[in-house]
């Protein structure tokens, strides 16, 4: 039935009321959710104000209940996005992320519903109900009950260049400072490896930004700088890796190290020898 109307372009209730079941049935049938939406635009356009807010609210109620039968599921996902791009506004963010908490309790690691909730964030800040500062607040939250998400690693990653771009100030020492105390935990686990490659890279990023900025004694300092973060990082890694020997993510990052603080501008020669060297082994 529902192949048929999709085939034939009947935009009417019963193909709305049909694609409906089948996405319920399998929210993964995305030739079920393109008909709702259609059927759905529609009707809109054919009842007006009265009849959108009635769809709208059946269009949530079958989102939820296709999430619940798959957490997972693509398309699902996406007409939920289709769905809170309509109809978003003041206040309705905090149930968004309240539906988002309740499926991240169940499913840390679901990144669908990681990235719908960024999605919404983005939409909702604009009107201040939601920001990058409390989605920091809840990547920490979310790190601290099992820091082996990646998922978690990578929101907070999103939510500091959000930060940042809103003209927020990041304490860099203090991600710094997070994230080693994860991998000081279990030097095993990739996760908090993988943000800490990013928090380098951002470092590395900005003293290019800020040394190509300026001239001079500042572009020395700025330089002088990022030379002092990754000589700290250095001893960190080594600290690791001493209490640690066969832990083979530190000495990756040991490495990492080394040659970033070897093609610094500026780098004494000798120096950057010693340092590619101890890289090459």
Request: hydrophobic share 45%.
């Given at each position: 039935?529902?192949?048929?109307?999709?085939?034939?372009?009947v935009?009417?209730e019963?193909?709305?009321?049909?694609?409906g079941?089948?996405?319920?049935?399998?929210p993964?049938?995305?030739?079920?959710?393109?008909?709702r939406?259609?059927?759905?635009?529609?009707?809109?356009l054919?009842?007006?104000v009265?009849?959108?807010?009635?769809l709208?609210?059946d269009?949530?109620?079958l989102t939820?209940?296709?999430?619940?039968?798959?957490?997972?599921?693509?398309?699902?996902?996406?007409?939920?996005?289709?769905?809170?791009?309509?109809?978003?506004?003041p206040?309705?963010?905090?149930r968004?992320?309240?539906?988002c908490?309740?499926?991240?309790?169940a499913?840390?690691?679901?990144?669908h519903?990681?990235?719908?909730?960024?999605?919404?964030?983005?939409?909702a800040?604009a009107?201040?109900d939601?920001?990058a500062?409390?989605?920091?607040q809840?990547?920490?939250s979310?790190?601290?009950?099992?820091?082996?998400?990646?998922?978690a690693w990578?929101?907070?990653?999103?939510?500091?260049?959000?930060?940042?771009?809103?003209?927020g100030?990041?304490?860099?020492?203090?991600?710094?400072?997070?994230?080693?105390?994860?991998f000081f935990?279990d030097?095993?686990?990739?996760?908090a490896?993988?943000?800490?490659?990013?928090?380098?890279?951002?470092?590395l990023?900005r003293?290019a930004?800020?040394?190509?900025?300026v001239?001079?004694?500042?572009?020395a300092?700025?330089?002088?700088g990022?030379?002092?973060?990754l000589a700290?990082e250095?001893?960190?890694?080594r600290?690791?890796?001493e209490?640690?020997?066969?832990?083979?993510w530190?000495?990756?990052?040991?490495?990492?190290?080394?040659?970033?603080?070897?093609?610094?501008?500026g780098?004494?020669?000798?120096?950057?020898?010693?340092?590619?060297?101890?890289?090459?082994q």
């Amino acid at each position: 039935k529902v192949l048929a109307a999709n085939r034939s372009g009947v935009r009417s209730e019963a193909a709305w009321a049909a694609a409906g079941k089948l996405a319920e049935l399998n929210p993964d049938c995305y030739t079920a959710w393109n008909l709702r939406r259609r059927c759905h635009a529609a009707l809109a356009l054919k009842g007006g104000v009265g009849a959108e807010r009635a769809l709208c609210a059946d269009e949530r109620r079958l989102t939820e209940a296709a999430l619940r039968r798959n957490p997972k599921a693509y398309s699902a996902w996406h007409h939920r996005r289709w769905l809170v791009a309509r109809t978003l506004g003041p206040g309705d963010a905090a149930r968004e992320l309240a539906l988002c908490g309740l499926m991240l309790d169940a499913d840390e690691r679901n990144f669908h519903c990681w990235g719908y909730r960024r999605y919404v964030v983005a939409l909702a800040a604009a009107d201040g109900d939601a920001s990058a500062a409390s989605e920091l607040q809840y990547a920490r939250s979310k790190i601290a009950a099992n820091f082996s998400n990646y998922s978690a690693w990578h929101a907070r990653s999103a939510a500091l260049t959000e930060a940042e771009k809103g003209g927020g100030c990041v304490d860099e020492a203090a991600e710094y400072e997070l994230v080693k105390g994860a991998f000081f935990t279990d030097p095993e686990d990739q996760s908090a490896f993988f943000y800490y490659r990013w928090l380098v890279g951002r470092t590395l990023r900005r003293a290019a930004e800020q040394t190509g900025a300026v001239e001079g004694a500042m572009a020395a300092a700025a330089a002088a700088g990022v030379e002092s973060v990754l000589a700290r990082e250095v001893c960190a890694m080594r600290e690791l890796l001493e209490l640690e020997p066969g832990a083979k993510w530190a000495a990756l990052t040991l490495a990492r190290l080394q040659a970033a603080r070897a093609a610094l501008p500026g780098a004494n020669a000798a120096a950057a020898q010693t340092m590619r060297a101890e890289t090459a082994q």
